[in-house]
């Protein structure tokens, strides 16, 4: 079946750059998303990617996407302690409205 | 102002009640999924509706119940045979020329006295 693999907790000091990975099982993902949760919030999705590309680009956002490796990552530029919150990577793994499948979630603590 | 709304923000129940949690969006979706949230976990998936009229169960839908009476609204029943609610409550729907891409509400927090 489907997985998602996240690391649970990042630590990264402000101004510098963050990096969160992802791994997944399904090689037929359509499409691969990051969503932002901060406290007590719902899910915010922050950006997504197409499995036929190898990069997005957001402003402080970059999405790189390993198809072969099934290996998704997000890079956050110049971090700020407004994006300390926990992110989270989902894969579609079929279309026609069926659920995502969601990693466990990546806390991300920025430190002044 | 498009989006999707739940209500309420906390809700405090006895242990024996049944409670119903609402959620309603306005993005035309044809599907709709209610998922829980315990503390420092992930989301399980308690059910999904892709169509109106048509529900499916997700991975812990013991204890949960569901109506998909409007394309609009999908409420969640906590009944009293789920031994441990309390926990964050997410609403999300997806459809149109979004695709799978989900949008969430706000949650629902639940807590059982």
């Known amino acids: 079946g489907e997985d998602v693999e996240q690391s649970l907790f990042l630590s990264v000091r402000e101004g510098d750059s963050s990096v969160i990975n992802c791994t997944y099982t399904?090689?037929?993902?359509?499409?691969l998303y990051w969503y932002k949760q901060e406290p007590g919030a719902g899910l915010q999705l922050l950006t997504y990617?197409?499995?036929?590309?190898d990069m997005k680009q957001d402003q402080r956002l970059t999405v790189l996407l390993n198809k072969k490796d099934k290996h998704l990552s997000l890079r956050i530029a110049d971090t700020q302690t407004g994006d300390s919150a926990i992110y989270f990577c989902?894969?579609?793994?079929?279309?026609?409205?069926?659920?995502?499948?969601f990693g466990k979630g990546t806390r991300l603590s920025v430190i002044a | 102002d498009g989006g999707i709304t739940q209500s309420p923000k906390y809700l405090f129940r006895k242990e024996g009640q049944n409670v119903t949690l609402s959620c309603e969006q306005n993005?035309?979706?044809?599907?709709m999924y209610w998922y829980r949230q315990d503390p420092g976990q992930g989301l399980r998936l308690i059910y999904y509706?892709?169509?109106?009229?048509?529900?499916q169960k997700g991975d812990i839908a013991e204890g949960y119940s569901v109506s998909r009476e409007k394309k609009e609204s999908f409420p969640l029943t906590v009944t009293s045979a789920q031994k441990n609610p309390t926990a964050f409550y997410l609403c999300?729907?997806?459809?149109?020329?979004?695709?799978?891409?989900?949008?969430f509400g706000p949650g629902t927090r639940l807590t059982v006295l």
């Open positions: 999300a729907s997806s459809g149109g020329a979004g695709g799978d891409t989900q949008y």
């Open positions: 989902a894969e579609s793994p079929t279309s026609g409205n069926t659920p995502l499948v």
């Open positions: 990617i197409f499995s036929n590309m």
């Open positions: 993005l035309n979706h044809d599907a």
């Open positions: 509706s892709q169509i109106v009229n048509d529900f």
């Open positions: 399904d090689s037929s993902s359509t499409y």
